[in-house]
């Protein structure tokens, strides 16, 4: 039986003391316990004994809570209470789907460590904070992971609005049999972090791709600091953390979890900064209404070849959202091509186009179609 939010509670607290506003939020907070425990429960009798398939209800229940936002924020108007923002509203969602979720099985994903890097953050966005997050020590370990079905997926990181593709993670689409289930867009707010007094500061410390979208703000604002390039914006907040005169450029989570001041606020040249991440698995999603497909192909190299490739998508009136080209393993000027494109494989044009692109291709692979990501 479905609980209801009983009213009077809220009635009596509306016309008398804070001491009956009390009672209303013990009052909410069962109710939420008891609807949570419903939740849970309607998850187990429709997903029990398929446990095979969790990756795919974590993508789908993933397009339904971006769903149920969309619907919200469009009925917002009529409200005269203020709405919880979308990406509180969405990390909240999550984080019960999450648990729901692993009352079914432990499930577990890999990606790119240290704990508190953005990737992680990303993990918890798309996965939510229940989830077995374990962390690896590069993306061709999450790949690995992922394969061995060591975990039931992965998250890595493919592009980022500054800089671009990210090689490592494109060219093992090549060499592993992978396909991407879902993406995750997370905005990147790089933050200057130490114990030290910001003219104290001598070093500046952080993965390169961090260093590089700040650049500007540190020539500007610590120009004789020593910028110093290392594996995560994590372990620089670690290193800041263990000795003077370094900062870090890191998030805000990492700040807080090696107890280090804050010393600037996103400090990112770039204000709409954003990395988007894969999402890996073996599960292939079903139509969601607003999907991309991304695909990895090589032409002959001759004149007109890619071309005739790239007019097939023309014809069948297909949006082509993103292109890149990385040269071929063991080839010389020879290249690959990673595409995405806006629809489902299954939808009639994209699958024509797929067909027509395998007659000309000397290799095709689909890596996967999936719910096309928002930024909450």
């Avoid at 500054?162 to 879902?182: P, S, Y």
């Avoid at 600091?225 to 890191?250: D, F, H, M, N, P």
């Avoid at 139509?287 to 090589?298: C, E, N, R, V, Y």
Wanted: with cysteine; hydrophobic share 40%.
């Amino acid at each position: 039986m479905t609980s209801t939010p009983d009213p009077e509670p809220l009635q009596r607290a509306t016309n008398n003391s804070s001491s009956d506003s009390h009672d209303l939020i013990d009052h909410l907070d069962r109710q939420i316990l008891d609807l949570v425990q419903q939740r849970q429960s309607a998850v187990r009798a429709q997903h029990a004994g398929d446990q095979g398939e969790l990756v795919g209800h974590i993508t789908e229940a993933v397009a339904r809570i971006n769903r149920l936002l969309n619907e919200r924020e469009s009925n917002q108007g009529t409200k005269s209470e203020p709405l919880i923002s979308r990406s509180s509203g969405a990390s909240l969602l999550a984080h019960v789907s999450s648990i729901c979720l692993q009352s079914i099985h432990e499930f577990q994903a890999v990606y790119l460590g240290p704990q508190h890097s953005y990737s992680h953050l990303a993990a918890i966005k798309y996965f939510g904070d229940a989830t077995t997050l374990t962390p690896v020590a590069s993306i061709p370990a999450v790949f690995d992971a992922v394969t061995r079905e060591d975990a039931l997926s992965g998250i890595v990181p493919i592009e980022n609005s500054t800089d671009g593709r990210v090689v490592d993670t494109l060219g093992m689409f090549v060499k592993a049999e992978m396909q991407i289930c879902g993406e995750v867009l997370l905005p990147i707010h790089h933050n200057l972090l130490s114990t030290t007094p910001r003219d104290e500061i001598t070093e500046v410390h952080s993965k390169p791709q961090a260093l590089s979208q700040c650049r500007g703000w540190l020539a500007k604002q610590l120009p004789n600091a020593r910028l110093v390039e290392i594996s995560s914006t994590a372990a620089a907040a670690k290193l800041a953390a263990e000795q003077r005169g370094v900062a870090a450029v890191a998030s805000l989570e990492a700040g807080r979890e090696y107890k280090l001041d804050v010393i600037a606020e996103s400090i990112e040249d770039n204000r709409n900064n954003v990395t988007r991440f894969a999402v890996l698995g073996q599960h292939q999603p079903a139509p969601s209404g607003d999907d991309k497909t991304a695909i990895l192909f090589q032409v002959s190299h001759e004149p007109g070849a890619l071309a005739n490739a790239m007019t097939i998508f023309k014809e069948q009136d297909l949006n082509l959202t993103w292109i890149e080209s990385f040269p071929a393993p063991e080839t010389k000027n020879e290249y690959m091509f990673f595409i995405e494109l806006s629809g489902h494989r299954d939808a009639t044009k994209v699958g024509q186009a797929i067909e027509q692109l395998g007659k000309i291709a000397q290799r095709l692979t689909i890596l996967g179609s999936y719910p096309r990501a928002t930024i909450d």
